[in-house]
């Protein structure tokens, strides 16, 4: 049999072919591999002077090139992928319920658990047991153990794409998944794929606090913590031109932690508005804690993923009351919070769009849409070259090799084998 392997040049990539050519030695490789920073032929010292072992340098995404190598080629391992960029969160579900955490955050995580080992160009983290699982692709949304965790040093540039299904920020070769299931890369700029629902079958669900939900609701859209130095006073504000609505705030306040407050007026113009204020130091510690402090670094806490769908539900339509729209709009600064809402709507099974804007006036936000109208069209979508300096990541994700990151649920591909390079989506759609 003829394999060709792309990639084969890299950490897994070599690893398989030392594998198959001890197992296999029947068989024929060829290597295709563009030997870019995480390609290394000193891998593949020990092989490259067997007779059934044949290396070609190419780029899969040039069409001409991959339609010689696969000529006459029996089976293709497709191996050949780049990075995902050390802020982007992804999904994560384990025994201690379900969160979002960055590629980084979810390393140094792991890294206390398990040695991290060097490789040619980088580390890699293996993953014991099945506790650890992200959100994969797999008949829309499926949770997925990962088995290995990469990371290396990467200088050089970077691709964001932004459009209505969401934001992925990796390197110009990581594979992701177009729309319609094809297997591309970001230079190309496709409609990308996202998830927007989730399996949650044989699950345990929690109860939640209505009063809570939504004295957090309340916090996380309109409130804000501030430490007053010229008397001590540590100061929660939330802001509305409902009156009524800060009032109800205000009774759950004092009967579900029994601190008082007090509402004040103001006006800007033509404007009348309302702030409701609590002065205590445990209060202020507590919402602070679970919900961060000023307006671009909200986010709530990992708990209510785990509620019940109609406590999730009713703390949904909470943030939509606190940020005043009829409309079922929502914007945020927090990019944390962009990512949880994202996660958060895809378990309740909602569609939605989401659209990043970036202001010289105002702070970057991103407005999630989920009515019925006035969705955002892809003429909208922007793709951005950034230059970047630090580690890159990707995931080894059993069963489906793919997983979700960014915000809106962006999926994308990492190393897995299949029976074709070209037409891949038939693979994806069978899985």
Known sequence: MKLLVT????FIGSNFIHYWLYYHPEDHIFNLDKLTYAGNLENLKEVEDNPNYTFIKGDITDGKAVGRAVEGVDVVVHLAAESIAEDMYLPIRSTTGTRVLTFGELWEQQSKKNRAKKTAKGEVIFL??????????????????VEAITRHWYKGKIIKLSQKWGTIKATPNHSIYASNLKLTNPENNPEL?????????????????????????????EGNATFNKA??????????????????????????????????????????FYHLQVSNKNFFNYLVKNCGKYCDGKFFPNWIFDLFHYD???????????DGTKDARYTTTSYKLVNQIGLLLALQ???????????????????????????????????????????????????????????????????????????????????
Not at 374 to 401: A, C, F, P, S
Request: glycine share 12%; charged share 30%.
């Open 7 to 10: 990639g084969g040049a890299g």
């Open 231 to 272: 008397n001590g006073g540590y100061i929660i504000e939330i802001g509305q031109k409902d009156k009524q609505w800060l009032e109800n705030i205000g009774k759950m306040i004092k009967k579900h932690f029994g601190y008082n407050y007090n509402i004040s007026r103001g006006e800007k113009g033509k404007f009348t």
């Open 312 to 322: 999730r539900e009713y703390f949904w339509q909470k943030l939509l009351e606190g």
């Open 128 to 145: 014991q047991g099945r506790q650890t699982r992200v959100l994969s692709f797999l008949n829309g949304g499926q949770w997925m153990k």
């Open 193 to 221: 794929l996202a998830v927007r629902n989730i399996n949650e079958n044989n699950r345990k669900f929690k109860k939640g606090n209505r009063e809570l939900l939504e004295i957090m609701a309340a916090y996380i859209t």
């Open 349 to 431: 099974n909602r569609k939605f769009t989401i659209f990043e804007r970036e202001s010289v006036r105002y702070k970057k936000s991103w407005e999630f849409k989920t009515g019925s109208g006035n969705h955002y069209g892809l003429n909208q979508r922007k793709k951005e070259e950034i230059d970047y300096e630090g580690w890159v990541y990707d995931l080894e994700v059993k069963k489906t090799h793919n997983f979700v990151c960014g915000p809106g649920n962006i999926v994308c591909h990492n190393t897995h084998v299949d029976r074709s390079i070209l037409g891949p989506a038939i693979f994806v759609k069978t899985n």
